[in-house]
């Protein structure tokens, strides 16, 4: 075959492929299911394959890429422009094919497996706090139907349970009791599993270089720190800390015309796990901007004078993002700027 370019459709049992020349011409449409995909590819010679950004879209860029072609991933909102009427598989494959070529696309970069296994740590984790958080509140309501109020904190709430179990507290109902007793040992495993993810995590971190020079970024912990080395493998594909800072949806949001500028809130756009852990340690820096004597301090109090402090916080979170960009691109650490 004389084909030059695939787009492919991602699914969960049937593919669909497109293949065209280097003239644009149609070489083959194709259904494949699962299991012959790789079969199929294997026997072309190499081509430029593109991908959605999608579930499992890693996954086979990998598998792919270790045949011999150049794989592409591409953010699904920036196929849909290229689809043509109806939508279905065959259409969507061909707007892949269409859309891999353009030479403004924007690529997502692929992931190894091992940075891959440690964003799937971090999703865990975030997802047993939430459990706990939800555990925590549910508790919390049950306890209040007998009078049981406790001050704000996972903590205090714990001394209550068991104060509660070890018959120090006030009597409940022995239904009510066994209850209790269930959720708390629901909250005692899920804190287990929350801190063996992150010991788990802070020896990747140990082990990882880019992980540490972000560390040393005011702001950054080792949460956050794995999670930008691990969900940014090349910060080559963009061209400057804006475009990181876009990327996070940390910019105001555009709607301009005719020479006027229009801006409005942060568009909140791209990858909001990352975008909320910057933001949650920026909030810590704002809080103790009184006793910051960089110049950084200097800029959150003066901005703190004008705005309220939410938009200060997400001020911050945007500066933190182009440092972290800066790190990433060009190595070294962080140096805190003096006051001139």
């Known amino acids: 075959m004389n084909v030059t370019t695939i787009g492919i459709d991602l699914a969960k049992s049937v593919f669909q492929l497109h293949g065209v020349d280097a003239e644009g011409e149609v070489v083959f449409r194709k259904k494949l299911r699962r299991s012959g995909v790789l079969d199929f590819l294997r026997d072309l010679p190499p081509c430029l394959i593109g991908l959605e950004a999608c579930a499992t879209a890693h996954f086979w860029a990998r598998a792919i890429a270790a045949l011999g072609h150049e794989v592409r991933l591409i953010p699904p909102a920036y196929v849909k422009p290229y689809v043509k009427r109806q939508k279905n598989d065959a259409a969507d494959a061909e707007a892949i094919c269409e859309a891999v070529t353009r030479p403004t696309m924007r690529f997502v970069p692929v992931k190894g497996a091992e940075r891959q296994g440690v964003l799937m740590l971090h999703r865990s984790r975030d997802l047993l706090m939430r ?75 140990r082990a990882d270089e880019t992980s540490r020079r972000l560390e040393t970024i005011p702001g950054i912990g080792v949460i956050t720190a794995t ?114």
């Open 131 to 205: 459990q706990r958080t939800m555990l925590l509140n549910a508790v919390r309501a049950h306890l209040a139907e007998f009078g049981l109020v406790t001050a704000q904190g996972p903590h205090r709430l714990r001394d209550l349970i068991q104060a509660i179990e070890a018959g120090d507290g006030p009597d409940l109902p022995a239904m009510a009791r066994a209850a209790l007793t269930s959720l708390a040992n629901q909250l005692a495993t899920l804190s287990d599993e929350i801190r063996r993810l992150e010991h788990q995590l802070i020896a990747w971190h």
């Open 227 to 340: 999670a930008l080395a691990a969900s940014v493998p090349d910060p080559a594909v963009f061209r400057n800390g804006r475009q990181f800072a876009a990327f996070l949806g940390l910019v105001p949001r555009q709607n301009s015309s005719g020479g006027k500028l229009r801006l409005g809130r942060i568009s909140k756009m791209g990858d909001g796990y990352l975008r909320r852990l910057l933001v949650v340690g920026a909030t810590a820096l704002v809080r103790r901007a009184g006793r910051n004597p960089t110049a950084t301090g200097a800029w959150m109090r003066g901005l703190l004078a004008r705005k309220p402090a939410r938009l200060v916080t997400v001020a911050l979170a945007n500066k933190t993002a182009r440092i972290a960009w800066a790190i990433l691109a060009h190595g070294g650490t962080y140096r805190a700027p003096r006051i001139a």
